[in-house]
Each structure stands twice: as C-alpha cells, then as structure tokens.
C-alpha cells in the first residue's frame, strides 16, 4: 500500500488556476502509475487523468484535454495536476490514486487503482 496525500485544492474563479500535489510514501514512488480522479456531488467518481511511472505516457479525460497537466517528480515522490481555464464543471472533490503494481498501461478504471488519498476540495465560482 502506498499512503497519499492532496493538497493545493481551494476556491478559484472561473478561468483561473491551481495545481493540486500528492505526496507519496510507502512504496517506491518511481514505479507507480499514478492517477488523478475527482467526483462531484451526486455524479460518479470520474478518472481525470494518470501518467506512467516513468512519466512517458499521459491519459486525460476529454473534458481537461488542453486545460489539465499531470506530471511527476519521482526525486520528491509527488504528482502534480496543473489546472487551467478552470470552469464551475471542474468543481469536485479531487482524488490522487496509485495503480495496482505491475500493470502496464495507464488505466482510467479506478479499480485498477489500489491506494487511495482522502482528496481535496476544489470549487470553482463562475
């Protein structure tokens, strides 16, 4: 098990910005796919977005394509989403997840994902 924590959520306006971390510790960070999820209100946790663990390959969902940024610092053990443009349909409970080991592709299935932090709130006004 690997033991995550978010942080850098907040309230942000229409169209600006934040970047959300996730500190990791427990497992060697450098070999996790790690993923970003987020869930709204009333709606389904949504896969976000999730990057290897050499950084190589990156998935998004459509609707953060152009907006949203995943990237790694395997030397700090973190993961960062870089958010932009952000708009009230971003608002949600954001989610840093670490994939199942030996996996190898970058899944968007949260049941692949088998370490979970306790998320941060992201509100976006209009």
């Known amino acids: 098990q690997v033991q995550l924590v978010e942080s850098g959520g907040g309230l942000v306006q229409a169209g600006g910005s934040l970047r959300l971390s996730c500190a990791a510790s427990?497992?060697?960070?450098?070999?996790?796919?790690m993923g970003w999820f987020r869930q709204a209100p009333g709606k389904e946790r949504e896969f976000v977005a999730g990057?290897?663990?050499?950084?190589?390959?990156?998935r998004y969902v459509d609707s953060v394509k152009g907006r949203f940024a995943i990237f790694r610092d395997n030397a700090k053990n973190t993961v960062y989403l870089q958010m932009n443009s952000l708009n009230p349909e971003d608002t949600a409970v954001y989610y840093c997840?670490?994939?199942?080991?030996?996996?190898?592709?970058?899944?968007?299935?949260?049941?692949?994902?088998?370490?979970w932090g306790q998320g941060t709130q992201v509100t976006v006004s209009s």
């Open positions: 990057i290897s663990w050499y950084g190589g390959i990156a």
């Open positions: 427990g497992r060697t960070f450098s070999s996790l796919t």
């Open positions: 997840a670490s994939e199942t080991p030996g996996r190898v592709a970058v899944s968007t299935d949260g049941a692949a994902y088998d370490s």
